[in-house]
């Protein structure tokens, strides 16, 4: 009996394939809340609504322009997701991770994900820049299942989400354009609620960094899949763990400081795909 995962994976690929022009993007990028003006710097863009392609779903989130890009940035060909989907949405764990697998399937071999997040960490602020050098889990596993044996093995291994020399790269790169980054553990958490104070505080000592409801399950699927992985957040809030009643966490927000922070990361995205 055919499994339907692998038929829906491999339509979509199909699909996005017969629109390629013969390009081989082997770069990766899922673009977070308010990351979405990136795409507006890939050049001889090729644009397709989530809608368009077999078995997608459809993002609902603030902030996320539902489409993948297929173009140049850096000077290689690259695959954009502007916007993703998450668990909150009500989305199955397969369809949240399909692009991933998807991206696998037309032979990208690095992943870039981003973010927006609450900073955990009480030395951050908002605006600033944070490397994930690891990750919690809270949300799903999106491996639960049977194995899709042909994208990778039953128990992957976890001990290096983050690829060390890509985080080496862009430190460099940072140096070189004068931007400070932080480097920290990013929690991930289902939402869609933001946290409590007392979930802040617990997940401040559980070693989180920033938290955030995203960007794990597919960082799971790539290094599944073998993709190499980097990872950033976009320090957006700061999650609070007092109970003033003047502190409101406000998803719009959040949004326009994503969106002001975005230039910065396009600036350190676009140098490292030159590097890589």
């Known amino acids: 009996m055919a499994d339907e995962r692998i038929e829906r994976i491999k339509n979509a690929a199909e699909f996005i394939k017969a629109r390629l022009d013969g390009r081989k993007p082997e770069i990766g990028i899922v673009l977070g809340s308010g990351l979405g003006k990136l795409g507006d710097y890939i050049e001889d863009a090729t644009v397709i ?25 850096g000077g290689k060909t690259i695959v954009a997701m502007q916007g993703r989907f998450h668990y909150y949405e009500g989305y199955p764990m397969e369809l ?16 870039l994900v981003s973010n927006a997040a609450g900073g955990l960490n009480q030395s ?43 985080i080496e790269k862009v430190e460099n790169i940072a140096r070189r354009l004068g931007h400070e980054l932080q480097k920290g553990v990013y929690f991930a958490t289902t939402g869609p609620t ?50 003033k009643s003047d502190f409101v966490n406000d998803g719009e927000d959040v949004v326009k400081q994503a969106d002001i922070a975005a230039t910065k990361m396009i600036a350190i995205f676009t140098e490292l795909i030159k590097e890589i």
């Open 124 to 166: 951050y602020k908002v605006g600033d820049l944070m490397i994930i050098k690891d990750h919690i889990n809270t949300i799903p596993n999106p491996l639960i299942g049977p194995n899709m044996n042909d994208f990778g093995p039953r128990f992957p291994d976890m001990t290096r989400p983050y690829d060390f020399e890509l």
């Open 194 to 243: 933001y946290e409590t104070p007392a979930e802040v505080r617990f997940y401040r000592m559980a070693g989180g960094d920033a938290v955030g409801m995203s960007t794990v399950p597919e960082v799971i699927v790539a290094r599944h899949c073998g993709i190499r992985v980097f990872g950033m957040s976009v320090i957006t809030n700061s999650s609070n763990d007092s109970t």
């Open 49 to 73: 609504p989530y809608k368009q392609i077999p078995g997608f779903p459809v993002s609902t989130a603030t902030g996320h322009k539902g489409n993948l890009i297929i173009g140049n940035l």
């Open 96 to 111: 949240v991770t399909l692009p991933i697998r998807v991206m696998s399937s037309i032979g990208v071999k690095v992943l």
